[in-house]
């Protein structure tokens, strides 16, 4: 007796394995660069600037972007993630920046965290500060003290042999 071959069943869609890396498009040159899932966003700025030549503007920071929502910032500790489907990363120069709002809250985070963003041209505080009165008084004032402490030093010194001799005759 023959048995009727049964059907066999559909093909499984094997899900898509992940990409090992992560794609982001550099503004300033319009090259892609890949980096590894996981990578600090602040070293992937860095090396992107690093790698940009002449009058390029540099990036600041790494965004997600996709057509109808809202980007998503990568801060300097974040690590690169793809978001799927339709999201890319682009980096973002200062020029990007253009509007009033978020030039404002940029130049508010910097002064908030100076040196967290790295590789960002005008992190670091330049503060020029007035040479006062008061700063004049408190030189001169060191001057004398380390003087002062020298000649009671030197007086202690001088002044050693004698003590230990004293001391030994007791």
Known sequence: MAQPSSPSPPPQQTPR???QYVE????SSGKKRRFAAGTDAGFAVALINRKLKGTVVPASHIEAVKDGEVPIAFGPTSFLSDFG???KLQTVTL???SSEVRNE???QMRM???GLVSGVPGT???VSNPITFVYIVKII???ILIFVLGAIFTLFLDNLPAFILSLKSI
């Open 17 to 19: 394995p992940t990409p």
């Open 24 to 27: 982001v498009n550099c503004a």
């Open 85 to 87: 489907d339709g999201w």
């Open 95 to 97: 020029t990007d920046l």
């Open 105 to 107: 809250q940029f130049q």
């Open 112 to 114: 908030q965290a100076p």
């Open 124 to 126: 670091a505080r330049s």
């Open 141 to 143: 004032f060191a001057f």
